[in-house]
Nanobody
């Protein structure tokens, strides 16, 4: 059974930084694409970034390119999302998710969250202006 354990999040001022972590088992880490999604009140769940450790491929939403960085720690079976230059519009609940879809396909499908099978509990990121 795939399990995802998230940590990080919190309250930060605009322009600040936060790092989210998503830990899973080695088998899941090696065989799944691990992604980060976010959902603000009244809005649809949005794909933020994802990575596949088997080939290092990544995906970033246009809204976070140049500000967010996704990385993997193979020794810890953990995926990180470093969020810099945060804006109030980044405020949302952030979810870690695992799926068999590749980052390349995430880039082109509609509603990519439908292709991720396992979800973390979510962590709130609040960016104050």
């Amino acid at each position: 059974e795939v399990q995802l354990v998230e940590s990080g999040g919190g309250l930060v001022q605009a322009g600040g930084s936060l790092r989210l972590s998503c830990a899973t088992s080695k088998s899941s880490f090696d065989s799944y694409t691990i992604g980060w999604f976010r959902q603000a009140p009244g809005k649809e769940r949005e794909g933020v970034s994802c990575t596949r450790s088997s080939d290092g491929s990544t995906y970033y939403a246009d809204s976070v390119k140049g500000r967010f960085t996704i990385s993997s720690d193979n020794a810890k079976n953990t995926v990180y999302l470093q969020m810099n230059s945060l804006k109030p519009e980044d405020t949302a609940v952030y979810y870690c998710a695992a799926g068999k879809i590749t980052p390349h396909t995430v880039r082109i499908v509609d509603k990519p969250y439908k292709h991720f099978d396992v979800w973390g509990q979510g962590t709130l990121v609040t960016v104050s202006s």
